[in-house]
Every structure is written in structure tokens, then in C-alpha cells.
């Protein structure tokens, strides 16, 4: 090949190169990974039970967003979660048989390890996930499912439970009183003073959270969860002049 002609082909393949680089950096360059990790978060956060954002908030689980397959615009998701959490939602899976196989049917799985992985594309655009990698059959639709999974039955079995209780934070009540004193049927602040400390007597702020949270979930609240703090939150409103007594 004549000397010339070598050059001009090396000189086309680095300016194909440069600009297939270039193009891939401009697809997922840093800025593009970290917002994709904040949506990411924050999508789980919106959709997953509060014992999730509880363990985000204690700096046990922690995501990062790297670049992947280079010529798809993919990004590679990790997720690391707490070892006691899996072990404690594996321990409660195990402890109900028909459950486990009824969601295996369903094609659910709790995780088992403590580092998830998911690989999916985003549009070169917007840089959205790709519709078919939300899909419980794709790796992060699967990664979704199952800390969903893990955190719902955590969720459900430390509402009631004693081992998480956490002594409450003068944050905690001034959170509850400013939510408790928006009802319209609120004429005093002792009323709510009288409310949450009777909640105080026997739950965590979290588990309060836990409960009020089950008891928007029509499926948690048919099986039973959350009935005894339904009990309870009836009586004290109705005990500390929130509503008319019964």
C-alpha cells in the first residue's frame, strides 16, 4: 500500500474513533451518570415501602451509576444493600412456605446477596430508561422487583415488632404534631400532644410510619397488617377529643 494512502486510512480510522468517543461521552458522560443515579434512587424511593428509604437514610444501601456497553448508550446500575436486611427478609420468607412458592410462581425473587447488578439503555435524548429494561423480565425490572419484594415483607414485619424500636426524636413528634394538627376536627394542641404520645407508648416514630403506610395498601391491610395500630390510632383520636368518641 502506498505510503500516502496508509496515512489517509489511518488518519480516517482515529477521526472515526475520535467521534465514536466522543459520541458515547455525550451519551453518559459524568453528569449524565449522576443524574440517572438520582433517578434511579428517587424512583425507588417513591415506590418502594418506608423500611427502604429508612436504610437509604441510615447510609446502609448505596447505588452507583457507571457507563456500559459503549455502542448502546447502556449504563450499569449497582445497587449494594445490607446483609442483616436480606438475611432477616430471607429468614421471613423461609418461615412461610406458601408464600415462597407463590411468589416464585409469580417470578419474584428476594435478593441473596448484597451487591445487584443491572445493565440497561437510555435514550440518547432524553436519556430515559428504555421501556423493555423496566420490564420485570430485564435486569433492572428484576433488580426493582426484588428490593421492592424485600422491603414490603420488612416493612410489614417491623411495624409491629419490637427489635427496631427506636426511642423518638423531638423531630419526630414535631413531624406528627404538624400533620396531626392540619385535621379540621384539631381544637386544642394538647389533643395532639395527648395522640402522639399515646402512639409513643408502644411505637417507634418508624413504626408509626410502617403502620400508616400499610394502611393505605389495600392487599397489607386484607392480610391483617396493621390492625392492632388501626385499633389503637381509633382510640386515641377518640380519647384525646381528635374525633367523637364512639
Known sequence: MPKNTARFAHCIAAIGLLLFSQSVLACLDAQALNGLADKEMQYMLQRIPPAFADAVNDQLIQGQMTAGSADACQAHW??????????????????????????????????????????????????????????????????????????????????????????????????????????????????????????????????????RYLSTNPYAFATGNGAEFKQLDNKLQADCGLTASR
Open 78 to 211: 449497582q445497587l449494594r444493600l445490607p446483609v442483616a436486611d436480606i438475611a432477616e427478609a430471607q429468614a421471613l420468607l423461609q418461615a412461610d412456605p406458601a408464600k415462597q412458592i407463590m411468589l416464585a410462581a409469580q417470578g419474584y425473587q428476594m435478593p441473596e446477596q448484597a451487591v445487584l447488578e443491572a445493565d440497561f439503555a437510555v435514550g440518547t435524548g432524553s436519556l430515559r430508561v428504555k421501556h423493555q429494561d423496566t420490564l420485570q423480565t430485564a435486569a433492572l425490572g428484576k433488580l426493582r422487583a426484588s428490593v421492592e419484594l424485600m422491603y414490603a415483607m420488612l416493612t410489614q414485619a417491623r411495624a409491629n415488632g419490637q427489635s427496631r424500636a427506636q426511642p423518638w426524636t423531638g423531630a419526630d413528634k414535631q413531624a406528627l404534631a404538624a400533620d396531626c394538627q392540619q385535621s379540621p376536627s384539631v381544637k386544642q394542641p394538647a389533643a395532639c400532644e395527648c395522640y402522639i404520645d399515646g402512639l409513643a407508648e408502644k411505637y417507634s416514630a418508624r413504626q408509626v410510619r410502617y403502620n
